[in-house]
């Protein structure tokens, strides 16, 4: 996929989550050779969130949010063990917002992903 189609699917996804009441924290923070799409807080439940966003043009490798996959969710577990490790001590969530790329845009946003 291309920069430019991510980084559009980033700033859709970071309206979706502002709009659904968190705030943005970091968009792309690295940790070693991993990458969160996203870092929000959500003062509602006082977490912190890592949101991964998938953006696909069509569904023919499937739904934008069947690429989180368990090797994914092992990555984004060891991003959130990261933020604390650098942050301390905090409620961590994982959130996935899923785009497809058709006119309007088809958002999925889930929240807890396991």
């Not at 559009?8 to 070693?32: F, H």
């Not at 499937?62 to 994914?72: R, Y």
């Not at 959130?80 to 490790?85: F, P, T, V």
Request: aromatic share 4%; with cysteine.
């Amino acid at each position: 996929m291309s920069g430019e189609i991510g980084n559009a699917g980033e700033s859709l996804a970071c309206k979706v989550l502002t709009d659904a009441g968190l705030v943005i924290l970091e968009r792309n923070w690295r940790a070693g050779h991993l990458e969160a799409d996203i870092v929000a807080f959500d003062p509602a439940a006082g977490t912190t969130v890592i949101c991964e966003v998938k953006t696909r043009r069509s569904r023919v490798a499937g739904a934008p949010v069947e690429a989180v996959d368990h090797k994914k969710m092992v990555h984004l577990r060891a991003l959130a063990s990261e933020w604390i490790r650098r942050h301390g001590p905090t409620l961590m969530r994982i959130d996935v917002v899923g785009i497809d790329c058709v006119i309007p845009p088809r958002v999925t946003y889930i929240r807890g992903v396991q």
